[in-house]
């Protein structure tokens, strides 16, 4: 088992590889989990997915995590820092996706507080922001709370989206 990159008080956040596409289709197959998305992916587009998290990692030595208990090791989501294009300028994003069943109980919060704390401590980025679709009320709640503030909305992915950000 791969090392945790980041433990925090009740999570871990690991590195994704292949075996983890069954955890992930919990998230990419259930519609209510992908409304803020195109679609929901099946299992080639999952892999498809890892595969562009491990160039991620490769190039940027960031990407989405796989978010597990500490103590359990029970899967229950992924958050991590990606980057992304923001009008022409590339921003390091804190993303979070979470299993359903693991909603309401602060593990995004949680584990998208300690991306931040991991970016500016240990990737001395000097700013990190979210880009959450402006329907998706729980994603802004979970920017807000890990103290970002919005700048402004932009049109990204083919919809409108907030750029929520923090400096150090
Ligand atoms: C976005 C998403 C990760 C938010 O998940 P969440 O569980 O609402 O967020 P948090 O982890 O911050 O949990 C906060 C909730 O847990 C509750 N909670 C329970 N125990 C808690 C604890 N120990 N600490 C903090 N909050 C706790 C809070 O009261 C809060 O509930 P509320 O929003 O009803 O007030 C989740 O909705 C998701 O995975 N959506 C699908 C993917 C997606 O859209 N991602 C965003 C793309 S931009």
Redesign the pocket.
């Known amino acids: 088992m791969d090392n945790p990159v980041i433990s925090s008080e009740r999570l871990i956040l690991r590195r994704m590889t292949k075996d983890d596409t069954r955890n992930l289709l919990e998230i990419f197959s259930d519609p209510v989990?992908m409304e803020?998305y195109p679609s929901t992916k099946d299992e080639s587009e999952t892999m498809e997915w890892i595969k562009w998290t491990q160039k991620n990692y490769d190039e940027y030595g960031v990407g989405l995590w796989i978010v597990e208990d500490k103590v359990t090791r029970e899967f229950l989501?992924q958050c991590g820092i990606v980057p992304q294009e923001v009008d022409g300028v590339m921003e390091m994003e804190i993303?979070?996706?979470?299993a359903r069943r693991a909603?309401?109980?602060?593990?995004?919060?949680e584990a998208a507080l300690a991306c931040k704390h991991y970016g500016f401590e240990q990737l001395k980025f000097s700013r990190i922001v979210s880009?959450?679709?402006v329907n998706?009320i729980?994603?802004t709640?979970?920017a807000e709370?890990i103290g970002m503030q919005v700048m402004k909305t932009i049109n990204k992915w083919g919809k409108e989206v907030y750029v929520y950000s923090v400096s150090i």
């Open positions: 989990a803020y989501g993303g979070y996706l979470f909603w309401g109980k602060g593990y995004a919060t880009l959450p679709d998706n729980p994603s709640k979970v709370r």
